[in-house]
């Protein structure tokens, strides 16, 4: 057997070289990015669809990364939000107290 002849994804010495999932390695297109943000735009849709290219299968890592990141942004805006309301709230009534 001649060393020299091995397969593609085999190396001399007996190593294999991991096969990588095409789809989840093919860098997402320009016009692929104009499309999501258009689709973030749409206020329910937009964030189903983050929950969707975050957890499925099927996406690219680029998208799922950039989908958990926005729901991670998401839910730090939630929690900043619930909390001016409450100072805010207490600002007033405590203002309203002095009236």
């Given at each position: 057997m001649d060393s020299n002849n091995f397969t593609p994804n085999q190396q001399p010495g007996g190593y294999q070289q991991p096969i990588?999932?095409?789809?989840?390695?093919?860098?997402?297109?320009?016009?692929?990015?104009?499309?999501?943000?258009?689709?973030?735009c749409i206020p329910l849709v937009g964030l189903i669809l983050l929950f969707v290219w975050a957890f499925g299968?099927?996406?690219?890592?680029s998208k799922s990364n950039f989908a958990k990141a926005q729901l991670i942004w998401i839910l730090i805006d939630i929690i900043l939000v619930i909390?001016?309301?409450?100072?805010l709230g207490v600002s007033f009534f405590t203002m309203l107290s002095y009236y």
């Open positions: 990588y999932n095409q789809p989840m390695d093919k860098p997402v297109s320009i016009g692929d990015w104009v499309l999501t943000i258009f689709l973030l299968s099927n996406t690219p890592k909390f001016l309301y409450f100072v």
